[in-house]
């Protein structure tokens, strides 16, 4: 699963930043090939096909994404051993031949995609958002249930019974946790806005 998330979210970003016109199309093309077409092998005749930009990334982005998968898979029946010991602390994708492939593409991501306002705006929302609900819903767990107040009450009836069943402070804190890291953003989002008064259900305002 981490080697998945590493590859995905660092090639699937390149290509939404040449999508969002952020990321040049020669500059994503250099930064996939040396990944979708490794040690100099030859363009596919399928890539040679494509004559828009947009669909070329794509191919590349694909052919990059299963040669990432093989080459992580290999580092981890290498270090098999290592692994199921706990001795092996780096990750799988940032361990393969590719690395300074992956190394190059997270340093123009960070560069040119997540530096832009709009992504620093998101995500500064998202820490008030993901602080809001860590403030109603871990009192309302962590409290006695015959110590808790009306609204924490309420609020306990709105978490799923899976996240309420703790009875020390540090298994309620997990309950809250694991409650809130299950959400999409679009649940977080809706939930942190009626648990504060700004939308009711079936108003928004």
């Not at 494509?50 to 898979?73: C, F, M, P, Q």
């Not at 994708?93 to 530096?115: M, P, V």
Request: charged share 25%; glycine share 8%; net charge negative.
């Amino acid at each position: 699963m981490e080697a998945a998330d590493d590859i995905c979210y660092g090639i699937v970003d390149l290509e939404d930043g040449h999508r969002l016109a952020r990321v040049s199309f020669e500059e994503a093309r250099v930064l996939l090939w040396s990944i979708a077409f490794p040690a100099g092998q030859a363009e596919s005749a399928s890539y040679r096909q494509l004559e828009e930009d947009t669909g070329r990334i794509e191919y590349l982005r694909a052919r990059s994404i299963g040669n990432l998968v093989k080459a992580s898979a290999e580092v981890f029946k290498d270090n098999y051993d290592a692994i199921m010991a706990g001795e092996f602390e780096r990750d799988l994708a940032g361990s393969s031949r590719f690395a300074e492939d992956l190394t190059a593409i997270s340093l123009l991501s960070r560069e040119r995609i997540y530096a832009t306002p709009s992504v620093l705006q998101i995500e500064a929302a998202g820490f008030e958002i993901l602080g809001g609900l860590l403030d109603k819903i871990v009192p309302a767990l962590a409290t006695r249930p015959d110590r808790r107040s009306a609204v924490n009450k309420k609020i306990v009836q709105i978490v799923p019974q899976p996240f309420t069943r703790g009875t020390s402070v540090y298994e309620c804190l997990l309950g809250a946790t694991d409650f809130i890291s299950s959400m999409t953003d679009t649940y977080a989002l809706r939930l942190f806005r009626r648990l504060n008064g700004i939308e009711l259900l079936g108003l928004g305002f």
